[in-house]
């Protein structure tokens, strides 16, 4: 005979217990659609907060104007706007002041320090030996004097024995020669004068800076370039890719690159006295930002760097973040080239605009763009995220903040 097995019949207190866990499973179920509804909610109506190294490419173009103003020019990098750079002259001395030419003759100066020779003709002399000593020389000999060296005082002027004060300030040293020997004609016998400026306060530049020996070289008639002055001085101490030169003249003020100097001779202008030439070390640096191997601020290891080398430098675009349409080059332009490159005219309320160069590297063209694409001191490279990017951050974040509410789901269903 076959027997059956049947549950043994529940007590009270296992009856009630039972219906509790069946009444508390529905609620523990919805507990958990509740918070996944409501987290899918908030992720997908504020995906801007998800973190992000810095806008998209279609955040940077929306961004580009407020109302009517441009916030900065956005500008597509394209074979036209790479000639159009490349046609820009690079600022140089030339053009900064005047176009160089050579200085005037130099004058004397208030400071200059003057040496005075006098000859005469004859025996019987003004300036010659007395009677006695010169009983033994031709009556036709010359008798030559020189003046004890004397510096030019405020009022312009040198003591010339016999002659008085002679002023000389601002002219020419042929010009005061021939003031002195007409102020001693019928004093001395036929005086011839030499004039000489042993050490002149004004005709001189002056070197300085950490990047060159400070010194003040002065300057021969003859006339010095920068570079000639530069080497006088003790020549530069930095490498010439990280070398700038100052040229300061009557309150203006200009700085180029000193391989501009070597490499244009044509800014290599002559100094002119008083210049200061102020020779510094400025290595160039740009940036790099967002979805790049690194980022951080980098120096340039050479005298050229272009976007190219600028992106491998910074370890490229990464794969799983990097929006290949959405690499941006940032930097300030001059007004004129900005309106060059909008092909409009630009409101002028500032000489430099910001600009933003955009660089489409799903196009093949694009990289042989950034060949011959330089990069300036102080450019920012940007490059923005996917927009997959922004997905996949959702999905790692919706499960780290529903991971808890499931794990407890389950561990009290297991545990009922």
């Known amino acids: ?48 907060w998800l973190p992000a190294a810095g ?45 160089g030419a050579a200085p005037p003759q130099p004058t004397i100066a208030v400071g200059d320090s003057i040496l005075v020779s006098l000859w005469e003709a004859g025996g019987n002399t003004l300036f010659g030996p007395p009677p006695a000593a010169a009983a033994g020389l031709s009556a036709t000999g010359a008798q030559q ?24 300030v601002g002219r020419s040293y042929a010009e005061a020669q021939d003031l002195i020997r007409k102020s001693l004609v019928g004093k001395a016998t036929d005086p011839q004068i030499i004039l000489g400026v042993t050490r002149s306060a004004y005709q001189a530049v002056t070197v300085t800076g950490e990047a060159v020996a400070g010194s003040r070289v002065a300057l021969s008639p003859l006339g010095e370039r920068i570079l000639d002055v530069i080497a006088l001085a003790g020549g530069i101490k930095s490498p010439t890719y990280q070398t700038w030169v100052r040229l300061t003249r009557d309150g203006a003020t200009g700085m180029v690159p000193f391989r501009t100097l070597v490499e244009n001779p044509k800014d290599n202008i002559y100094v002119w006295p008083g210049d200061t030439l102020t020779v510094t070390a400025r290595p160039r640096h740009f940036q790099a930002f967002g979805a790049t191997g690194q980022n951080e601020n980098f120096a340039f290891d050479d005298q050229d760097v272009t976007l190219s080398q600028a992106l491998a430098n910074s370890a490229g675009l990464t794969d799983e973040r990097a929006d290949p349409d959405g690499v941006f080059l940032l930097r300030f332009e001059p007004r004129a080239l900005a309106a060059l490159l ?26 042989f763009l950034a060949q011959r694409f330089a990069m300036k001191d102080g450019d920012i490279l940007y490059v923005a995220n996917a927009q997959s990017n922004a997905l996949r951050k959702f999905f790692q974040l919706f499960g780290t903040l529903t991971a808890p509410v499931v794990t407890g789901a389950a561990v009290n269903n297991s545990v009922h």
């Open 1 to 48: 005979m076959r027997s059956t097995w049947a549950a043994p019949p529940l007590c009270a207190w296992c009856r009630r217990d039972n219906m509790n866990h069946f009444r508390e499973t529905p609620i523990k179920t919805e507990a958990l659609s509740i918070t996944v509804l409501a987290c899918c909610a908030l992720l997908l109506g504020g995906c801007a």
């Open 55 to 99: 806008p998209t490419a279609s955040g940077v173009l929306d961004q580009a104007r407020s109302g009517d103003t441009d916030r900065y020019l956005v500008v597509p990098a394209d074979d036209a706007v790479l000639e159009t750079l490349l046609r820009q002259p690079a600022p140089g001395f030339q053009s900064l002041f005047g176009g």
């Open 145 to 168: 004097v020189t003046i004890p060296e004397q510096v030019v005082l405020q009022d312009g002027a040198i003591s010339v024995p016999f002659a008085g004060r002679i002023p000389v």
């Open 342 to 367: 909008a092909h409009r005219a630009l409101a002028p309320e500032t000489e430099m605009v910001p600009v933003v160069y955009r660089f489409d590297f799903r196009n093949m063209k694009s990289y």
